[in-house]
Each structure stands twice: as C-alpha cells, then as structure tokens.
C-alpha cells in the first residue's frame, strides 16, 4: 500500500511540472488562433505619432502617412496617395528591448532639408534620397530612412520631423471598406500570378522574395520594405497606370530590366534603399499605363529572373 502511495505522489508531481512547463511555453497562449494579439505593445508609439499603426506579419507595426495634400501628375495621370505617394514608417522589436525601424517619407523638394535636419537632430538616419517616378508635376522625392533605440523616441523624432512638411498629421479618417474599382483584379492576379488587395482606388501586390534578409545582424521581414511591391491604378477601358519596384540581387537587376522592355514598362529609377543588408538589395522602379492583363504579364515575366515567392509557370 505504502509503495502504491508513493507512485501516485510522483504522478501527480510529474503531472503538475508538465502542465506547468506547458503553460509557459513561448507563443502557447496565441497557438491556438482567434484573438491573438501582437508581441509588443505599440500603444506609446501610437500616441508620439498621432494615429494607430497596422499589424504586417513578422510582427512588424507599420503607420502610414498618406500624401493626400499633394496633387501630382505624371504622364497625365493624377497620382492616387496608394499609388505612389504614401509616406510609411515600419517598427520591429528586437534584441535588449529595442526595436528597429525603417520608412519611406514623401516630400516635396522644399521639404527635404528641413525633414533631414529634424531626423538627423533624433538621431533617425537616412539610408537613401531619390526619385520613384519620371516627369511628375511638382516633383516629389522619397527619404528612406533608418533607427534602432526606443521605439517611442524614434516615433516622436519622424513626428517631429514630418511636422516640417505639409504631410497631414491630423486624427486619420476610419478607415472605409475597400470599394470595387474598375480593374479586372482576377485576370490581372492570373496573368501576375499573385494576388493582391484593393487600397484607396489602387490594386496593390507584394511578392517577397525567398531569401532572409537581415539588416545589422536582425532579419527583415518582407513587410518592412524588402518585397516587390506592385500598384494598378485604373486608367479606364481596361487599362491602368502601374508603379512600384523590384528587389533584386545584383545579378538579376540587367535580366529585370530586359524583361520590362520588352513589355513596354519603362525604368524611372534603379538605387539601394539601405545601407548595410546582407545579403546586398537593389531596387527599381518602373512605370507604364496600358492594358492591365497585358501590363501583369510582362510583370510575371520580370519577376521569374528573381527570386521571389511566387509560382511561375
């Protein structure tokens, strides 16, 4: 009786360590799914900028900034913010309580300097300056720019430096349920052979490429900036203006450019966007406005000479 007693003290023991080593495996309490909620919690920098962020997968709190003061054309189109004149700024948690963070601001080119002062004075770095886009009126050019530190400080330096600009600042709208647009989406998304989503007027794809990409030794999750992005706005008849760029290797940027020549896209800019990614990124940006389906599939043509995530036939 006496050794039947001592067995089910250890069972039981060994009953609570399991249960107890369970309960406070990492991630458990999300493994189950419905009501996840993010890692971190974002809510400080939330309030040093002004507005709520949007949870991108990698764990990645992304905010936008969409240039809607700004009324830009280029080859007779009026550029739509979500077609190329949306301001972002991406944070990721990392290492020693940190986080990092990367963007991509729009500014007119009287607004360049001050920004860069303002960011320069918080200590949020620029890792690239230049065009995205070809014979737009008034000009626009792209900042990237780059932190690591606490993440509120970082947030509060970009809002203090957008404050420099016109960028609007203000409680952003609530956000409207994406409406139908005049683009046949499914046959663009067969011809590209990735699918995409309805934002702001604009048909708008991401195609990761296969590879980590790591950035001082921390991954980049695609979301921060490191997939091909590829935006359609409606032009009419079936045609839509295209703009966005690449992510390739060196040894895939001439094989791209080929590719979209032949399909009638023009290159309007080929340069980094970071400055210490391993492994080494080039990015290129392109422009046309023709027949959709005709316009995806030289996309997809384009994107087999890289190595991105998606299926080619």
Do not use: C
């Amino acid at each position: 009786m006496h050794g039947h007693s001592s067995l089910a003290r250890v069972v039981r023991a060994a009953t609570f360590i399991a249960i107890a080593f369970v309960a406070f495996l990492p991630g458990e309490a999300n493994a189950q799914g419905g009501g996840a909620k993010p890692s971190a919690d974002w809510t400080t920098v939330d309030q040093a900028l002004g507005r709520s962020g949007a949870m991108q997968p990698g764990d990645v709190m992304k905010y936008s900034f969409p240039r809607s003061d700004l009324q830009v054309t280029s080859a007779g189109v009026a550029l739509k913010p979500a077609l190329a004149l949306g301001s972002w700024v991406a944070f990721k948690k990392i290492a020693g309580g940190h986080a990092m963070a990367m963007g991509d601001l729009v500014l007119g080119e009287d607004e360049v300097g001050p920004v860069m002062r303002a960011l320069q004075a918080g200590g949020v770095e620029q890792t690239a300056l230049h065009n995205h886009v070809l014979h737009e009126s008034p000009r626009v050019m792209y900042m990237h720019i780059s932190a690591h530190g606490d993440a509120a400080k970082i947030a509060q330096t970009i809002r203090t430096a957008l404050g420099q600009s016109r960028t609007p600042l203000g409680t952003p709208a609530a956000p409207v349920p994406a409406a139908a647009i005049d683009l046949d989406t499914a046959a663009v998304a067969a011809a590209l052979g990735v699918a995409g989503k309805i934002n702001g007027g604009v048909y708008q794809v991401s195609v990761p490429r296969k590879e980590t990409i790591r950035e001082a030794g921390n991954v980049v999750p695609p979301s921060m900036g490191v997939a091909t992005a590829i935006n359609f706005q409606p032009t009419g008849g079936g045609k839509a203006a295209i703009t966005g760029d690449f992510v390739m290797r060196g040894s895939e940027v001439n094989d791209v450019i080929r590719a979209l020549q032949q399909g009638g896209i023009d290159v309007s800019a080929l340069h980094s966007h970071m400055l210490t990614e391993e492994p080494r990124l080039f990015f290129m940006h392109f422009w046309a406005n023709d027949d959709a389906v005709k316009l995806a599939r030289s996309l997809r043509a384009a994107l087999s000479r890289t190595n991105s995530q998606v299926a080619m036939r």
